[in-house]
T-cell receptor, first 114, second 114 residues
Framework: EAQVTQNPRYLITVTGKKLTVTCSQNMNHEYMSWYRQDPGLGLRQIYYSMNVEVTDKGDVPEGYKVSRKEKRNFPLILESPSPNQTSLYFC?????????????FGSGTRLTVV | AQSVTQPDIHITVSEGASLELRCNYSYGATPYLFWYVQSPGQGLQLLLKYFSGDTLVQGIKGFEAEFKRSQSSFNLRKPSVHWSDAAEYFCAVGAGQAGTALIFGKGTTLSVSS
């Protein structure tokens, strides 16, 4: 089944403890992206990648890092999480080309930083 | 700057009644427009998309949307709502380098009454 898989689904952590949220897609998509969803603010893009070793900032990149060493994986790294990073995070992927413009989203990771 | 406005935060419709969710966008060029649905605890599922051509687009689950350039709108419609349609709906416009980003509206929550 074609899908974007995120792990973990739920995570509670403490301020300052480094964490990684994994994202993997099995559709051979070139583009991958991370979004955070907050009540009243909708979804905002954190980082995106157009291919292996090609990443760039989205609208809200502060406090996050990403890497794209393999085409299928796009982990989101919080090196020193803070409570304002408590949010619902979504990974998404799509292939190049107009016909495939819409992103496919993962099921989300709910992160709580205390 | 690109933006998407969904004027209605919450809408309640009776089961079997028709539905229209409003979406207005601000974008300089020809927009690529999307509607996504998010059921509780789930990721986002693409309902339909508009790139060009016929301004009335059909999507999954019996939804359709009409692009009106003169009104900068892309409203989502369904002739007869089912209880399972209760969810949050997001309108989005494609943006960024090579369409790497989606700019989302803040969403409309649909409740269905029996």
């Amino acid at each position: 089944e074609a899908q974007v898989t995120q792990n973990p689904r739920y995570l509670i952590t403490v301020t300052g403890k480094k964490l990684t949220v994994t994202c993997s897609q099995n559709m051979n998509h070139e583009y991958m992206s991370w979004y955070r969803q907050d009540p009243g603010l909708g979804l905002r893009q954190i980082y995106y990648s157009m291919n292996v070793e090609v990443t760039d900032k989205g609208d809200v990149p502060e406090g996050y890092k990403v890497s794209r060493k393999e085409k299928r994986n796009f982990p989101l790294i919080l090196e020193s999480p803070s409570p304002n990073q408590t949010s619902l995070y979504f990974c998404a992927s799509r292939s190049r080309g107009l016909a495939n413009y819409g992103y496919t989203f993962g099921s989300g990771t709910r992160l709580t930083v205390v | 700057a690109q933006s998407v406005t969904q004027p209605d935060i919450h809408i309640t419709v009776s089961e079997g009644a028709s539905l229209e969710l409003r979406c207005n966008y601000s974008y300089g060029a020809t927009p690529y427009l999307f509607w996504y649905v998010q059921s509780p605890g789930q990721g986002l599922q693409l309902l339909l998309k508009y790139f060009s051509g016929d301004t009335l687009v059909q999507g999954i689950k019996g939804f359709e949307a009409e692009f009106k350039r003169s009104q900068s709108s892309f409203n989502l419609r369904k002739p007869s709502v089912h209880w399972s349609d209760a969810a949050e709906y997001f309108c989005a416009v494609g943006a960024g380098q090579a369409g790497t980003a989606l700019i989302f509206g803040k969403g409309t929550t649909l409740s269905v009454s029996s």
